[in-house]
């Protein structure tokens, strides 16, 4: 099914775009009245229950090899479990745009991990390429300028976030995604369910209660679409382009993010923007380019590696 048109899997890919892009204004909206580990609870609670209705659909069963529900027990804390949380708590700091931009440098963040590993050879794109995302974060940080403790903070949470995702999408390509015979809503479900069940036990170890009854209806709406769309929807969608278009093609989903983050979080929040934030996008866009051998320091374009 790989390689059709992109009239095929070109809307699945924007909307994919969307739903992730907006995901962090409905982040913003929720950490208004909830606590951080209430978000990410939530959301992951909400996505499960969206993705075992698909396999009650489809008649699907859940896994039975314990191993690999150890495996969704570590995927869960690094994929799930940790980054939403910290995504969480960082928004309480900084806005839903400058989140999104973080999260942007999660290319970054997987091929350094993967050099670590020796997964991966290093070269001269690559390693300027991480060189330049480096400028690019600390640019985004504005380290020129005097930030509060809560700003730092809350962007250190965020870019936290992103690590968690490079290394979380190296370990799940290895032990998860690439295993025979198990659909892929089959794998997002159990990772879910999974992480659902540690967000409970952390939160109410915690003293946080589960729900928070009295929270504005707003913050209920965000919720269910954090949770439906961006969590339980977004795995559907993420598997269906995929399928369609290829890993590589698909991962490039992330570029897009900013962009839709920036339309809600402006229009809708009235978040404004510093010239250092899109400049820094920027950087960091042309360096996941070099690493990702999109062009090369000679200024050729590199023929693209198809992964699927």
Known sequence: MRGKSARVWLPGFLALAAIWGNSFFFIKVAVGALHPLQVSFGRMAVGAAVLLLALAVTRRPLP???????????????????????????????????????????????????????????NAGRMTGLGLGFAGVMVVLG???????GQLGGS??????????????????????????EPAV???????????????????????????????????????????????LAYLLLYWVQARAGVTTTSTVT????????????????????????VGALIILAAIALTQGAVRLGGKRAAAASLS
């Not at 992480?195 to 209920?220: F, N, R, S």
């Not at 570029?255 to 809708?268: D, I, K, R, T």
Request: proline letters at 6%.
């Open 143 to 149: 380290v020129w300028q005097p930030m509060a403790g």
């Open 156 to 181: 250190l949470a965020c870019f936290g976030a992103a690590l968690c995702y490079g290394v979380g999408g190296a370990y799940m390509g290895r032990f998860i995604t690439g295993r025979r015979g």
């Open 186 to 232: 089959v794998l997002a479900a159990g990772q879910l369910l999974t992480g659902a069940a540690q967000l409970a036990v952390i939160t109410l170890v915690a003293g946080v209660p589960l729900v928070d009854t009295a929270a504005p209806a707003e913050v209920w709406w965000s919720m269910l679409a954090l949770g439906g769309l961006g969590t339980g």
């Open 64 to 122: 039975r090899d314990p191993r690999l529900w150890l495996h969704f027990q570590i995927a869960s804390v690094v994929l799930t479990t940790l980054p939403f949380t910290l995504f969480a708590y960082g928004e309480q700091y900084v806005s839903s745009v400058v989140a999104a931009i973080w999260n942007a440098t999660t290319p970054l963040c997987t091929l350094a991990f993967t050099l670590l590993l020796r997964a991966e050879k290093p």
């Open 255 to 278: 570029y897009l993010l900013p962009v839709f983050a920036v339309l809600s979080g402006v229009a809708v929040l009235g978040e404004t923007i510093t010239w250092n934030q899109p």
